[in-house]
């Protein structure tokens, strides 16, 4: 083992030991807080097994000229498989990071607690910098995140919906809206 690799796992561990600590600090009975928060970027959402049928998907929608509003669109990807993602998938592995964010934020509407509030959550923050990144005309790599961006919109929205989807998975067999955030500025 190299001395490189050996100060890594160092590093690695003291991370999920600082993580733990000030996680389980104030609250010793419960496995949750803010700085837990930071493991979700180890470890998938895995609660899509416990919705079999339906899924959680990103849609959004731009103002247009004169106030005029698009259509909702979704975002999300559906890459054309290649060899070279075997070795090598950056674009790919980006969009499942994005489509993962979209299910905690899922999951964080399911698990808030009684007159909270959403738009504290990081994952909210976080969804709402990918619908404004996808209203602005975004890519994975060469592929858009939505068929028609609106770049100069002056506003845009977005929401959360279960769709149960149909085998192609372009269009939703049913959908069922989870959360709707108000209208957002756009910025630059």
């Known amino acids: 083992m190299t001395a490189f690799t050996l100060i890594t796992l160092v590093l690695v561990g003291v991370y999920f030991m600082w993580l733990a600590f000030f996680g389980l600090r104030r609250h010793r009975h419960l496995v949750q807080g803010p700085w837990l928060f930071f493991f979700r970027a180890f470890f998938p959402n895995w609660k899509f097994y416990h919705a079999a049928g339906k899924a959680p998907r990103l849609y959004?929608?731009?103002?247009?000229?004169?106030?005029?509003?698009?259509?909702?669109?979704r975002v999300y990807a559906r890459m054309p498989w290649r060899a070279g993602h075997v070795l090598h998938n950056p674009v790919?592995?980006?969009?499942?990071?994005?489509?993962?964010?979209?299910?905690?934020?899922?999951?964080?509407?399911?698990?808030?607690?009684?007159?909270?509030?959403?738009?504290?959550?990081?994952?909210?923050?976080?969804?709402?910098?990918?619908?404004?990144?996808?209203?602005?005309?975004?890519?994975?790599?060469d592929v858009p995140m939505l068929p028609a961006a609106s770049p100069d919109a002056p506003h845009f929205q977005f929401e959360l919906r279960m769709d149960a989807l149909l085998e192609n998975e372009r269009v939703p067999a049913s959908s069922e809206l989870v959360l709707q955030s108000p209208v957002l500025a756009t910025w630059n």
């Open 92 to 141: 790919v592995n980006l969009a499942l990071n994005h489509q993962n964010l979209v299910d905690h934020l899922w999951s964080d509407v399911q698990d808030l607690p009684e007159g909270g509030d959403i738009r504290e959550r990081a994952t909210y923050q976080l969804v709402t910098r990918l619908a404004h990144e996808a209203v602005r005309g975004g890519h994975w790599g």
């Open 60 to 73: 959004v929608r731009a103002q247009g000229p004169y106030g005029v509003w698009g259509d909702w669109q």
